[in-house]
């Protein structure tokens, strides 16, 4: 079976003795590229570069893939460049690379932005090998040594075999498939929430009313001084592995119809004192779902987000209308069995009636 090898990319290439701009450091100008061409042409892969050497070991032939992953810097872009030219020059069928953006020297960003971007980017990958019928292999020796602990771990839980091998050394590790597993149903009963602060930057005082009802989500969040909170690198790492996973598992089918009449399932008085302007014309559209059962008003949605799943053995979602200063909240009962099914539906009703 071809691979895709997915390799990050360092510095070993510019900063190894032994090559004609040696010794070089950051702080002296790039070499020429024709230059480190025609070297890498000749030169022994082995010593050459981490890259290189790793993709001697792991076997590169001319029906494998490789994208190359390089960091947010000058020097990174710089190697990744050259390799991309030496591999494209017949040793394989494909090669490509992508910069890893914010993955540079300042602490700030590198943490936060610049390891979910190695995250997003290796999943990216994956996601491509295994639509294309490709054997995805992670290739953690070049780059930051965050780099390969966060390969190493996506790796295990995603999986893919994930080789490793210094630059003085010949033989490649091949690091175990480790029976690791991440419970992607964590993410799926807090949807919302992940969804929710990755649309776009949320601020902390918003995020902190999530989470005093949820504190089981905050190790996975983090606090930057731009007044934002995030999802923290480790965070993102597991929703991206549960969201890969969820992907891969049969949908969820659309529940049974409930054969009730709409008027029905309303258990609700028609008296609109104090509730939200058009609260009537919103029931009326929850009760054309052709799976809900019964409309009540419940207490239980005043809490949490809009739309909720309350049980999803029982098909139960909370969800709370607002107009104005009122809020009606509602307990919907559908015919939906397990989670997969019920979130299904509150999804539909999250996104379709608002």
């Known amino acids: 079976m071809a691979r895709l090898l997915i390799c990050t990319v360092g510095t070993s290439l510019l900063t190894n ?27 022994d892969p082995v010593t ?48 490509e690379e992508r910069k890893l953006n914010a993955l540079h020297y300042h602490q700030g960003s590198f943490a936060q932005r610049g390891l979910r971007s190695l995250v997003d980017e290796t999943i990216a990958a994956i996601r491509r090998a295994r639509d294309q019928l490709l054997e995805p292999v992670l290739c953690a020796t070049g780059g930051f040594k965050a780099e390969i602990a966060f390969l190493n771990l996506l790796g295990a839980l995603l999986k893919v075999e994930v080789c490793y091998i210094h630059e003085q ?41 999530w989470l005093r009802s949820r504190p089981e989500l905050r190790p996975l969040v983090e606090d930057d001084p731009d007044g934002h909170t995030y999802l923290s690198a480790a965070g993102n790492l597991l929703f991206q592995v549960a969201r890969e996973e969820l992907a891969l598992e049969p949908r969820a089918v659309w529940p049974p119809a409930a054969n009730l009449s709409p008027e029905e399932k309303v258990g ?7 509730r939200p302007h058009g609260w009537d014309k919103f029931v009326d559209r929850l009760a054309a779902i052709d799976c809900v059962k019964r409309i009540v008003y419940d207490t239980a949605a005043l809490s949490g987000p809009r739309v909720r799943v309350l049980s999803a053995a029982e098909g139960k979602i909370a969800v709370r209308y607002e ?17 997969a099914q019920t979130e299904l539906v509150a999804d539909y009703i999250r996104n379709r009636l608002r």
């Open 169 to 209: 050394f010949r033989e490649v590790i091949r690091l175990p498939r480790l029976p690791l597993a991440w419970d992607a149903r964590f993410v799926l009963q807090h949807r919302d929430f992940f969804d929710w602060i990755e649309q776009e930057p949320r601020a902390s005082t918003e995020v902190e009313s």
């Open 268 to 274: 609700l008085s028609s008296l609109g004192h104090r």
């Open 48 to 95: 050459a570069s981490a890259e290189t050497n790793t993709l001697r070991a792991v076997g590169l032939t001319t029906d494998d893939r490789v994208c190359l992953l390089h960091s947010d810097t000058p020097e990174g872009q710089f190697c990744s460049q050259r390799l991309l030219a030496y591999l494209r020059a017949g040793r394989c069928r494909e090669a």
């Open 323 to 339: 107009s104005g200063d009122n809020v009606l909240p509602l307990v919907v009962f559908t015919t939906a069995q397990g989670e």
């Open 17 to 43: 003795p032994d090559r004609p701009w040696a010794p070089w450091q950051r702080t002296k100008p790039l070499p020429e590229p024709a230059v480190v061409d025609a070297w890498l042409t000749t030169a």
